[in-house]
């Protein structure tokens, strides 16, 4: 079992509707928790942090985190073409330094 | 307010040779990691360095070593370079070891 897991994809959405990426991790003790967006031939950028169950906001993007299910989401409303790229999940676990990267899901938003 | 920065951008080298990437963190960061992307694949933790020690270490043969500056800058070393080194070199900083982690614009290294 891979340590941190998303659908590769690709995942289609047409412009102005909700994406939905998943992630599922087998850390129970993960405490840290990332969304990275990347653009082909670019490096990754942190768009999300969460570190607490529940719901966070920021802008278009809520990321949510379930730690019983082992479980963090993110969802980007509105979704508009510059939204397509490749979104990595990352786990910190703790006392670790080194995040663990999913091998990402690729978002193609159709106009 | 200066970013991660990385260099070079690209680097092609021959089978056997050695190659050396530097990496400057963002301003007010001490702690340096980096990690391999192959294509189509997530990064993969290469080492940590915090306090010019490294932290932690990846799976990772030994070819691979790092250094970290007092001004908190960093290098990758890589010796006997393989056809399986070829990936995206990226630099990440943070604000101590489990802080958020920002990636700087990676290296393109090409082993012929």
């Known amino acids: 079992q891979k340590e941190v897991e998303q659908n590769s994809g690709p995942l289609s959405v047409p412009e102005g509707a909700i994406a939905s990426l998943n992630c599922t991790y087998s850390d129970r003790v993960s405490q840290s928790f990332f969304w990275y967006r990347q653009y082909s031939g670019k490096s990754p950028e942190l768009i999300m942090s969460?570190?607490?169950?529940g719901d966070k906001e920021d802008g278009r993007f809520t990321a949510q985190l379930n730690k019983a299910s082992q479980y963090v989401s993110l969802l980007i409303r509105d979704s508009q073409p510059s939204d397509s790229a490749t979104y990595l999940c990352?786990?910190?676990?703790?006392?670790?330094?080194?995040?663990?990267f999913g091998q990402g899901t690729r978002l193609t938003i159709n106009p | 307010d200066a970013g991660v920065t990385q260099s070079p951008t690209h680097l092609i080298k021959t089978r056997g040779q050695q190659v050396t990437l530097r990496c400057s963190p963002k301003?007010?960061?001490?702690?340096v990691s980096w990690y391999q992307q192959a294509l189509g694949q997530g990064p993969q933790f290469i080492f940590q360095?915090?306090?010019?020690?490294?932290?932690q270490r990846g799976n990772f043969p030994d070819r691979f070593s790092g250094h970290q500056f007092p001004n908190y800058s960093s290098e990758l070393n890589v010796n006997a370079l393989l056809l399986g080194d070829s990936a995206l070199y990226l630099c990440?900083?943070?604000?101590?070891?489990?802080?958020?982690?920002?990636f700087g614009p990676g290296t393109r290294l090409t082993v012929t």
């Open positions: 301003s007010g960061h001490d702690t």
């Open positions: 360095y915090y306090e010019e020690e490294e932290r």
């Open positions: 990440a900083s943070s604000l101590a070891a489990t802080g958020p982690q920002y």
């Open positions: 969460i570190y607490s169950n």
């Open positions: 990352a786990v910190n676990s703790q006392g670790a330094q080194k995040l663990v």
